[in-house]
């Protein structure tokens, strides 16, 4: 029997579409500047205009030319171009990024990424396979069936993981009622009458391992793999090329876990045994240091930092709902490798937005000053004009060519 309580639009995953969808809407601080700008500059043009044809008509010169060359000056002068520059590249980086399995919810989002200077990883769920498997139970099956009646709630991946196991071995699951989830720690519930604990195992193991604690006294303790997701050593390598510096490793996970993965990931700066509070104080002791972090996570436990972060993203399947909904941007299937992507898609569109304000204001200041010290026919004026903000307009379009999404 299945009960349904929420339409399929409420997901999470459903409600991040509809933000990626409304982003055009959204606009990149670069584009706020401008408009702020754009208005006092607009009003200057429209007096300057007048002054243009007001003056030289009160001096004695021709109207026909004086009207002439300041409507010339009024078209030329005129910021579409500049006020183009922004909008196209950063959406259509959205756009691109979108298809390509990454969701970055704004076009502020966007144009954060590609500021990052620092990169900081979770473990579990992230630089991990969101899907660990059991590979050593030291108890019985009567502990491991308590164990999991207790995960049943959690989102958590190695909640699942002790899930699949018991159920694997046929074991039937018991009722669990007030449930309780510590993230970063473990999980705690009442399962048949008696208190079940399962939290991270004290002491340093070469994997990770979890004690089941029933009334409080030791069960079992379970060693779960960490497999390092396909690509992670490459996505690493591309992220340190990117940013000057290796990515750092922050987990809730013991060291000795921690140290292997690690290894195999190409880290060298890790933090083990942290809880939510300490990722994000880790984060925040970086920017304070005058860091942009970029942090990459998926638990409820990476929520914290991935607020305090500059930018944050969430591994769309594994992920958390929390996650989902305090990042930046989602990379949806889970690829390591679409993250040093967008990264520099974003530094690519940041760079397309310079070279448009530059292109724009070089179209400009030529034109005006052809306009005010010689005699700049009014259809040049206009054709000078209108090619610059079409030129400027398809120069932001690039990004949405497949092309765009290299690999860093
Ligand atoms: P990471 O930071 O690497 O993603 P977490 O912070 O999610 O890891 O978890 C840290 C540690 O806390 C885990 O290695 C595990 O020992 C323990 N833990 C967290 N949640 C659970 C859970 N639902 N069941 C068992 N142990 C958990
Ligand atoms: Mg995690």
Redesign the pocket.
Known sequence: RVRVDKDAAGSVIARIVALVEEASATKAPTQLFVEKIEQRYSVGVVVATLALFGLPVALGADVTEALLRAMTFMIVASPCAVVLATMPPLLSAIATAGRHGVLVKSAVAMERLGAVDRVAL?????LTEGTPKVTAVHGDDAALALAAAA?LP?E?P??RA?VAEARARGLELPEASDFT?E?????RAVVDGREVR????AGTHAD???EVLVDGSAAAVLDLSNRLREGAPEAVAALARLTGTTPAL?????AG?AARIAAEAGLTDVRAG?L?HE?AEAVREWERAGAKVLLV???V??APALAAAHTGIAMGRAGSDLALETADAVVVRDELRAIPAVVALSRRARRLVVQNLVLAGTCIGALVAWDLAGHLPLPLGVAGHEGSTVLVGLNGLRLLRDSAWRQA
Request: proline share 5%.
């Open positions: 979770d473990k579990t769920g992230t995960e959690s958590h190695l909640a002790v989830a993230p970063g720690r473990g999980v399962v939290r991270r195992a990770t391992a979890v922050l987990t809730g996970d013991n876990a942290l939510p990722k996570g998926d638990g436990n990476d």
